[in-house]
């Protein structure tokens, strides 16, 4: 088999991963793109500096905490279950991010970030669909 047929199965093979990256690139850009809003709809609201760091800290403590759960659901879910998790809490965050008319709907929405773990998620896709010698190559 001539040597470019080898990379071209071995790309077909993987041709899935593509499709996981192009999700997580997505789910990243999503957050990066409503991250710098959050400012502006807190204070929208009525909220001052001291509620945009306590919403920004709950978000913080849901991701730690969801960190430490990914792993167990991970195991339990599998790698896939995981992801699609994680687009669903994100779908649900942004979805009552939009419509929130208080500040309670934005702390809720801060919430549901506990399942937001698509990078980890995908890593993990990865880990068990590639071996150890093509693994580094497509993280």
């Known amino acids: 088999m001539a040597a470019g047929g080898h990379?071209?199965?071995r790309a077909h093979r993987h041709a899935h991963l593509y499709v996981v990256y192009a999700n997580v690139v997505c789910y990243c850009t999503c957050y990066m793109m409503q991250q710098p809003l959050l400012p502006y709809l807190m204070e929208?609201?009525?909220a001052g500096t001291a509620q945009f760091a306590a919403v920004q800290s709950l978000f913080n403590g849901a991701q730690a905490v969801?960190?430490?759960l990914s792993g167990p659901l991970l195991d339990?879910?599998?790698g896939r279950s995981l992801l699609l998790a994680s687009f669903a809490a994100s779908t649900?965050?942004?979805a009552m991010t939009a419509a929130a008319g208080?500040?309670?709907m934005l702390y809720a929405s801060r919430?549901?970030?506990l399942l937001q773990h698509a990078v980890l998620a995908a890593r993990a896709i990865v880990a068990i669909e590639t071996s150890s010698a093509e693994r580094g190559a497509h993280l």
């Open 7 to 9: 990379g071209a199965v």
């Open 44 to 46: 929208s609201l009525g």
């Open 111 to 113: 919430v549901v970030t």
């Open 92 to 94: 649900v965050c942004y």
């Open 76 to 78: 339990a879910w599998g």
């Open 66 to 68: 969801g960190g430490v």
């Open 102 to 104: 208080g500040l309670g």
